[in-house]
C-alpha cells in the first residue's frame, strides 16, 4: 500500500523566512495530493492541492511543487507571519479514495 | 449545513462500553471518511463511503469497529468493547467528489477510562 513520508518533524524559521516542507510517496499511481493545517485543538483545514497532471500550483504565499518522477512534493511558505505557526500534513490519494497522510511537521515561525 | 458537524464533541466511557459517534457531511457531498488522531500524531484513514458504492473498509483497526452512512448522508462510527487504546480525536471529512479537497468536521474527543 502506499507510505507517506514527511520532513522535517519540526521546523522553526524567523518571521519574514521561507519555510519548505518536503514529502515522498511509494505508490506512483497516486495522482491526488493535498497539504492541511491543523493548528492546536483545531480541525486540519485544506491549504493547497496539487494534481499528478500539474507540476506547481501557487496561492499568494503558499505553493507546492510535484515531481512525479521522484515521487515526492513540497510545500514552499514564502514571507513567513506567526499565523503560519502549526501542524502542517501532506497526504497522497490514488483516485481520491484511500488518502494516507504523512506524520506532520510542526512549524514555528519565531517573531 | 455550513460545514461537517460531528457529534457529541467530547464522550468519556468506560472501558468495555459501545460508542457512537455521528457526522453529518457537508449536504451534497458524495464523500464520506473517517480518520483516527492520537495525540499528537497524524491521520490515520479508518474507512470511506462513495455514493452507494461499497465502503472501503481497508483502515479499519479490528472487527470493534463498524461504520454506516445512511441514505447516502449521515454517518455512524460504531466502536464495541472499547478499550483504552481507543482514546483519540475521530475526524470526519467530506468531499464534492473524487480527488475533491476533503471538509473537515472539529471532531469526536473519545476517551476511554
Known amino acids: 500500500g502506499e507510505n507517506v513520508e514527511q520532513h522535517p518533524s519540526t521546523l522553526s524559521v524567523q518571521e519574514g523566512d521561507s519555510a519548505v516542507i518536503k514529502c515522498t510517496y511509494s505508490?506512483?499511481?497516486?495522482?491526488?495530493f493535498p497539504w492541511y493545517k491543523q493548528e492546536l485543538g483545531k480541525r486540519p483545514q485544506l491549504i493547497i492541492d496539487i494534481r499528478s497532471n500539474v507540476g506547481e500550483k501557487k496561492d499568494q504565499r503558499i505553493a507546492v511543487t510535484l515531481n512525479k518522477t521522484a515521487k515526492h512534493f513540497s510545500l514552499h511558505i514564502t514571507e513567513t507571519q506567526p499565523e503560519d505557526s502549526a501542524v502542517y500534513f501532506c497526504?497522497?490519494?490514488?483516485?481520491?479514495?484511500?488518502?494516507?497522510f504523512g506524520p506532520g511537521t510542526r512549524l514555528s515561525v519565531l517573531p | 449545513g455550513a460545514g461537517v458537524s460531528q457529534s457529541p464533541s467530547n464522550k468519556v466511557t468506560e472501558k468495555g462500553k459501545d460508542v457512537e459517534l455521528r457526522c453529518d457531511p457537508i449536504s451534497g457531498h458524495t464523500a464520506l471518511y473517517w480518520y483516527r488522531q492520537s495525540l499528537g500524531q497524524g491521520l490515520e484513514f479508518l474507512i470511506y463511503?462513495?455514493?452507494?458504492?461499497?465502503?472501503?473498509k481497508s483502515g479499519l483497526p479490528s472487527d470493534r469497529f463498524s461504520a454506516e452512512r445512511t441514505g447516502g448522508s449521515v454517518s455512524t462510527l460504531t466502536i464495541q468493547r472499547t478499550q483504552q487504546e481507543d482514546s483519540a480525536v475521530y475526524l470526519c471529512a467530506s468531499s464534492l467528489w473524487v480527488r475533491q479537497p476533503q471538509h473537515f468536521g472539529d471532531g469526536t474527543r473519545l476517551s476511554i477510562l
Open positions: 497526504a497522497a490519494s490514488k483516485g481520491g479514495q484511500n488518502f494516507v
Open positions: 463511503f462513495q455514493g452507494n458504492s461499497a465502503p472501503d
Open positions: 505508490d506512483s499511481a497516486s495522482n491526488y
